[in-house]
T-cell receptor, first 113, second 112 residues
Framework: EAEVAQSPRYKITEKSQAVAFWCDPI?????LYWYRQILGQGPELLVQ????????DSQLPKDRFSAERLKGVDSTLKIQPAELGDSAMYLC???????????FGDGTRLSIL | KQEVTQIPAALSVPEGENLVLNCSFT??????LQWFRQDPGKGLTSLLL?????REQTSGRLNASLDKSSGRSTLYIAASQPGDSATYLC???????????FGGGTRVLVKP
């Protein structure tokens, strides 16, 4: 089965700058998730899409984070302005539908200086 | 609010020994439970998914059990190998389509 693609793999930027992450889910997967994983902890959901619609963004810091999945396929997660506490691994996952196994990409490691 | 705990946080065993990894959750009304493996700097690889109606699931050297009433799942890895060294995470959704709540993971080191 094809993999979930994420880019970039690594991103280093200074605080107050804008950063963006991209995710291309497995073809045919309607549900897409963005998670944030702080070192030594389990991932926490930031936002969940069903096709192009947001179904859960309760844990997304909306004053600085935004996410979109305009055509219901690939997705972009943006942070502006970045803060030191945003340093983490950002993981994208997809599944055929809610309740089906989630398949994860290799993530984007973000470091804020 | 569902909370998922994995103890111990780290485990070191000699090659060939069986591994026993524990996962506990506070709300037993789960839809399923999933075990993942994560290598350093990588994403998560799904190992096993147990539906709420199942008691266990097996894949090769891996066996996962689920006891909903006590809020526990155990992942057994038989005859451990150095290649099994990784972090193992368990996760539960409350219902179909719901977000996964993850434990903090158990970091495993299998010494040759």
């Amino acid at each position: 089965e094809a993999e979930v693609a994420q880019s970039p793999r690594y991103k280093i930027t200074e605080k107050s700058q804008a950063v963006a992450f991209w995710c291309d889910p497995i073809s045919g997967h309607a549900t897409l998730y963005w998670y944030r994983q702080i070192l030594g902890q389990g991932p926490e959901l930031l936002v969940q899409f069903q096709d192009e619609s947001v179904v859960d963004d309760s844990q997304l810091p909306k004053d600085r984070f935004s996410a979109e999945r305009l055509k219901g396929v690939d997705s972009t997660l943006k942070i502006q302005p970045a803060e030191l506490g945003d340093s983490a691994m950002y993981l994208c996952a997809s599944s055929r539908a809610g309740g089906q196994p989630q398949h994860f990409g290799d993530g984007t490691r973000l470091s804020i200086l | 609010k569902q909370e998922v705990t994995q103890i111990p946080a780290a485990l070191s065993v000699p090659e060939g020994e069986n591994l026993v990894l524990n996962c506990s959750f506070t709300d037993s009304a789960i839809y399923n439970l999933q075990w993942f493996r994560q290598d350093p700097g990588k994403g998560l690889t799904s190992l096993l998914l147990i539906q709420s109606s199942q008691r266990e699931q097996t894949s090769g050297r891996l066996n996962a059990s689920l006891d909903k009433s006590s809020g526990r799942s155990t992942l057994y890895i038989a005859a451990s190998q150095p290649g099994d060294s990784a972090t193992y995470l368990c996760a539960v959704p409350q219902a179909a389509g719901n977000k996964l709540t993850f434990g903090g993971g158990t970091r495993v080191l299998v010494k040759p």
